[in-house]
């Protein structure tokens, strides 16, 4: 049965559209921030970082293992639940580092068809991550 949140695109399971985005992984899952508030719970920044974690758990299920009949369950089991709450339910941002995560998964995720709003949020991530623009 086929997750009605999740749909298969043309031929292409839920795995396969995957494999790119966890290569995009960033280490940890979360930024390298110095600052104290770095260490405070966001509700959204803890999600997503769980939600990457939870996917690199569904990735590194070996491929065989995974079937037509049990990746749903084994997608239910790992990420989908965190997918389901970043699409339907997503948590606030109560941080900068809420914020710069938000960003970050915007960009890695590549679904961003506009360069202009693109570059604009790879600079506002910038400046939350402390970095200077060259």
Do not use: C
């Amino acid at each position: 049965m086929i997750n009605e949140q999740t749909p298969i695109i043309g031929r292409f399971s839920r795995r396969a559209m995957l494999i790119g985005a966890v290569a995009v992984i960033p280490v940890g899952g979360v930024a390298k921030l110095a600052s104290p508030e770095a260490l405070a719970p966001d509700p959204l920044a803890d999600t997503i970082a769980e939600y990457y974690a939870k996917l690199a758990e569904f990735e590194a299920i070996p491929h065989e293992q995974v079937t037509q009949d049990n990746e749903d369950a084994l997608v239910a089991a790992t990420y989908g639940p965190l997918s389901d709450r970043l699409w339907h339910a997503t948590p606030p941002a109560t941080s900068n580092r809420g914020v710069a995560e938000a960003i970050r998964y915007a960009l890695e995720t590549h679904s961003l068809i506009d360069r202009v709003a693109e570059a604009a949020l790879r600079s506002a991530l910038a400046f939350l991550d402390g970095e200077r623009l060259s």
